[in-house]
């Protein structure tokens, strides 16, 4: 009983949860790209480089035989998943520049300076009403 409290406390903290919640946005989010890539950039990159279609670009390796399936080489697959990541990368560093400029910015409000103590109200009262006189 004691490893399932322990695991319990473990699985519900704060930082597990959002870990779990970005993991499952991070996967709907890549699909999302990856359709964005071969479905909207892709084809009119193809489109300019002569009507290639980068899902038909492929090395084959060996020819097919009677049942068994050719062995091929596909690179047009490599260059839209390299064009995901790059989506992908470029959109993680949109995202964490903007949250380090709030960051900035919460900081540098923080930073503002401390609300005199009681001692220095005094004092500054005293020195005002000496230099009145």
């Known amino acids: 009983m004691g490893l399932f409290k322990e695991f319990k406390e473990f699985a519900m903290r704060g930082n597990v949860v959002d870990l779990a919640v970005g993991v499952v946005i991070g996967g709907a989010f890549g699909q999302i790209v990856s359709s964005f890539v071969s479905d909207v950039i892709m084809p009119p990159v193809g489109l300019l480089l002569g ?3 980068f899902s038909e670009l492929k ?29 992908i990368a470029l959109a993680i560093f949109l995202i964490v520049k903007l949250i380090n400029s709030a960051r900035r910015k919460e900081e540098a409000a923080s930073v503002a300076p401390p609300e005199p103590t009681m001692e220095e109200k005094l004092l500054s009262e005293i020195r005002d009403l000496l230099a009145k006189k």
Do not use: C, Q, R
Request: aromatic share 10%; proline share 0%.
């Open 51 to 53: 009507g290639v279609d």
């Open 59 to 87: 090395v084959i390796m060996k020819e097919a035989v009677g049942e068994a399936s050719a062995v091929t080489l596909n690179y047009g697959a490599f260059i839209s998943t390299i064009v995901d990541f790059l989506i």
